[in-house]
């Protein structure tokens, strides 16, 4: 019996090993479903928490790129708000990383040039698409420069830019090919000239010019430059005043706010007070030289002091 017994309970311990067996396998496959679930759902985490880091720092990347776009065409604004030959003109600047894109219209080709070249000088911009429009009935009233480090180039481009504007208004210089180039004072002024008084023209501008301490005229006269059609262009009485303003402006010695200037089909009147003989006389030869002016009465100008003799 007791043999019987022990056979009895050989299968039972069996089955109960077997249980046992079982159910520590189901509690050990749980362990690892629950562990493998969670480690699923760590990866997950880990994923969403990378992708999550990833997008922050996208983000983040590109706000960093916007305010540095932002804060190179606030750079270019600022230095056309201050530029004596840009500051009235409605150019706008997009800047999209080291590219920027102008719009707008300005009077002169040179002026679409400085635009340009005062762009192209702004640290982390090395493309600039200049689409600016030239349209030479364009008013425009101008003023003062500034003075900082990588403004020294700005301020050689103004120059250069003021003298080819001052050369384009001239009726003896107008259309010749006068190439200006500025370095800290210094203008050198080459190519042609129709005659040697179109030459002598240009270097008088060239001197007479804010800024300017020298100048190297290296101006050839071959007698078939002439100028071009510009000159017989029409132009409006509101651009002779404009024009006239500018060059007193741009024109050392002169204080163009002393002077007023009314234009009335072409005849140029012009009132105020200067210092001296000298400079009224200069007044109204700078009038006299502008393109599309027929005549000018300086007769509204007054002498209040200074050198009381003529010239």
């Known amino acids: 019996m007791l043999h019987s017994k022990s056979k009895l309970l050989t299968p039972i311990a069996a089955a109960l090993v077997l249980a046992l067996a079982s159910g520590s396998a189901m509690a050990y496959n749980t362990d690892m479903t629950n562990q493998s ?5 760590d990866v997950m985490s880990q994923s969403d928490q990378s992708k999550t880091d990833v997008m922050n720092q996208s983000s983040s990347d590109m706000t960093n790129q916007s305010n540095s776009d932002v ?4 750079q270019i604004w600022a230095t056309y708000v201050v530029n004596p030959a840009l500051q009235s003109y409605q150019i706008k600047s997009d800047v999209q990383g080291s590219k920027v894109t102008l719009s707008g219209t300005v009077d002169t080709k040179y002026d679409k040039l400085l635009a340009g070249t005062i762009a192209q000088q702004v640290k982390g911009i090395s493309t600039v698409d200049n689409q600016i429009k030239v349209d030479p009935t364009h008013v425009v009233v101008t003023t003062f420069i500034p003075a900082n480090v990588y403004a020294q180039h700005v301020q050689n481009a103004t120059t250069s830019a003021e003298i080819n504007s001052k050369l384009l208004w001239n009726e003896y210089t107008d259309g010749l090919d006068i190439r200006v180039s500025t370095h800290g004072g210094k203008v050198t002024l080459t190519g042609t000239a129709d005659t040697a008084k179109a030459k002598q023209r240009a270097q008088q501008i060239a001197a007479n010019t804010v800024g300017v301490h020298s100048v190297d005229n290296r101006i050839t ?7 071009d059609s510009n000159s017989a262009s029409q132009v409006s009485d509101d651009w002779i005043a404009d024009k006239v303003k500018a060059s007193y402006r741009y024109t050392s010695g002169m204080n163009d706010g002393a002077i007023d200037v009314d234009v009335n089909n072409g005849t140029v009147s012009l009132s105020g007070a200067v210092d001296s003989t000298m400079q009224r006389q200069r007044a109204i030869a700078i ?4 393109r599309g002016v027929d005549a000018v009465n300086a007769d509204g100008i007054q002498v209040v002091s200074g050198d009381m003799t003529s010239d």
């Open 287 to 290: 009038a006299q030289h502008i």
């Open 71 to 74: 804060y190179r065409e606030g």
């Open 37 to 41: 679930r969670q480690s699923d759902t």
């Open 221 to 227: 006269v071959n007698g078939t430059s002439a100028a």
